[in-house]
């Protein structure tokens, strides 16, 4: 399986889009600050993502949401999730 995710980071109130093909892991190492994309933006929260069978459409769908059109649908998807987590 291959995974497009979101994270949302409470610090700056923005979404962070990535892919992987082992979710736990790469969301494990988001989120202990090890990566080089969230290590500022912590403390964050998976709060979205999209499996895959193919590679090709998972790379293909993250590079999408990562559009500007991307990131509109993103917000409609995910408007009661984000809603829900910037009231903690």
């Given amino acids: ?7 949302y980071s409470f610090k700056d109130k923005k979404l962070y889009v990535g892919y992987t093909s082992d ?4 969301i494990k ?6 990566t ?3 290590k500022s933006r912590l ?18 769908k993250e590079k999408f949401y990562k559009s500007g059109r991307g990131h509109e649908v993103l917000y409609k998807i995910l408007k009661d999730s984000l809603a829900q987590v910037k009231t903690k």
């Fill in 23 to 26: 979710l736990r892991k790469r």
């Fill in 36 to 38: 080089q994309a969230m």
């Fill in 1 to 7: 399986m291959f995974y497009v995710y979101v994270l």
């Fill in 43 to 60: 403390p964050a929260t998976l709060i979205y993502y999209e499996a895959f069978l193919s590679k090709t459409d998972a790379l293909k």
């Fill in 29 to 34: 190492r988001h989120l202990s600050g090890k």
